[in-house]
């Protein structure tokens, strides 16, 4: 069934953000992580029958029973996570919800300890909201599996930082993005242990957890985990997996009654209600789209290995596979050049600058595509 993803629509005329940088220019934008790939029908289906409907009218997230079953749904069959309704809080996107993190648990001048490198938008976080950010870096662990290395926190600094008594949160990615990493069970227990030791809540942005290439590996929800129920704020979406990111519709999973109602205290008046869309739209992917989802992760399984062989064959350029996402974080270090993202342009190819990262001799590759697409970037890449 690789057809539902090697016949991708063309987004050049359609005000996509990731098409809109290069517009005019021969050069593939590989850099937003959104995919390539058409929503499957259900959800196209869905979102039809609404504005056939033809009234826009307000919609109180709450009352849609249809999308919160259905993501009750999802997490107990996914992720053997048996939530309750009143636990989910409905946000229009995983920015705004770390956003309102900071606002509920910290006051001016705290520190966040942020896990980098890391997308833009939450490394800005704690300066948007007057406070500092602490980066707790990546470390590459081979102990494992010498043969397949792999990125994870460094928790000796983690432990360090964490035992300031300023520091009252932390925002970390599970899978990490961009270095595509699926937490252990032994290193979200580490994780939960720094953080009850020294009380500073976690924010985990698991965007990504149903998008596991990695076999043999499984996601860990925080707010699942018995240490962390009562510490933590979970951030969810359907957007990355199905492709409905432009939909706005997320959601916070907090488990503890006054966890949660410090971040609905702190998001009021500020955040808007998500929209009848999105919310249609996630119904849709959490209750009929199993089968595409499966069809997903094998076509991205293929293109992870196509990435992971074709950039570890130019000179220059290293990565180590992802356990998780469709995204590539690429070593550029050994091409010896001043800048890397140019050098990339000047070939032909447009990914996320690692300078935004906090890490300029890195670059991100965005694999979500068709393999067509996929290939014209990496033989650019290589010529």
């Known amino acids: 069934m690789s057809a539902l993803f090697d016949n991708t629509p063309s987004r050049?005329?359609?005000h996509s953000f990731k098409w809109q940088k290069y517009k005019g220019k021969d050069i593939i934008p590989a850099w937003v992580a959104d995919t390539e790939f058409s929503c499957a029908q259900?959800?196209?289906?869905?979102?039809?029958?609404?504005?056939?409907?033809?009234?826009m009218g307000y919609i109180l997230p709450s009352h849609h029973t249809g999308a919160i079953n259905?993501?009750?749904?999802w997490l107990k069959d996914k992720h053997d996570w048996h939530i309750e309704p009143e636990w989910l809080v409905w946000t229009p996107g995983v920015v705004p919800a770390f956003?309102?993190?900071?606002?509920?648990?910290?006051?001016p001048g705290d520190k966040v300890l942020i896990q980098t490198p890391n997308y833009p938008p939450l490394l800005a976080a704690p300066k948007l909201n007057q406070l500092e950010r602490v980066d707790i870096g990546t470390v590459i662990d081979s102990t494992s599996d010498a043969e397949n290395p792999r990125y994870t926190l460094d928790f000796d600094a983690l432990e360090r930082e964490a035992a300031d008594p300023k520091c009252t949160l932390f925002i970390l990615c599970n899978p990490m993005?961009?270095?595509?990493?699926?937490?252990?069970?032994?290193?979200?227990?580490?994780?939960?242990?720094?953080?009850?030791?020294?009380?500073?809540?976690?924010?985990?942005?698991?965007?990504?957890?149903?998008l596991i290439l990695e076999e043999g590996k499984a996601h860990i929800p925080a707010g699942r985990e018995a240490q962390l129920a009562d510490n933590s704020v979970t951030l969810m979406a359907a957007s990355k997996t199905f492709n409905i990111a432009g939909l706005g519709t997320s959601f916070a999973i907090i488990p503890n009654r006054s966890v949660r109602q410090a971040f609905v205290n702190a998001a009021a008046g500020i955040v808007p209600w998500v929209n009848i869309m999105g919310l249609a739209a996630t119904e849709a992917a959490f209750t009929q789209c199993d089968d595409w989802h499966k069809q997903e992760l094998s076509y991205l399984r293929e293109n992870r290995e196509r990435v992971y062989q074709a950039i570890n064959n130019?000179?220059?350029?290293?990565?180590?596979?992802?356990?998780?996402?469709?995204?590539?974080?690429?070593?550029a270090s050994g091409l010896g050049v001043d800048d890397v993202q140019a050098w990339a342009e000047q070939k032909g190819v447009g990914p996320s600058p690692g300078k935004d990262f906090h890490q300029p001799d890195h670059f991100r590759i965005n694999f979500g595509c068709s393999r067509s697409m996929l290939d014209d970037i990496l033989a650019r890449l290589a010529k």
């Open 12 to 14: 050049k005329e359609t």
């Open 42 to 55: 259900p959800i196209l289906d869905a979102i039809s029958a609404q504005v056939d409907h033809g009234n």
């Open 70 to 73: 259905a993501v009750v749904r």
């Open 99 to 107: 956003n309102v993190a900071c606002k509920a648990y910290c006051n």
């Open 177 to 210: 993005n961009p270095v595509g990493t699926v937490l252990t069970q032994s290193e979200i227990d580490r994780i939960a242990d720094i953080c009850n030791k020294n009380g500073v809540k976690l924010c985990s942005d698991e965007i990504h957890c149903d």
């Open 314 to 331: 130019i000179e220059g350029l290293s990565m180590l596979k992802a356990d998780a996402t469709f995204l590539a974080w690429v070593d």
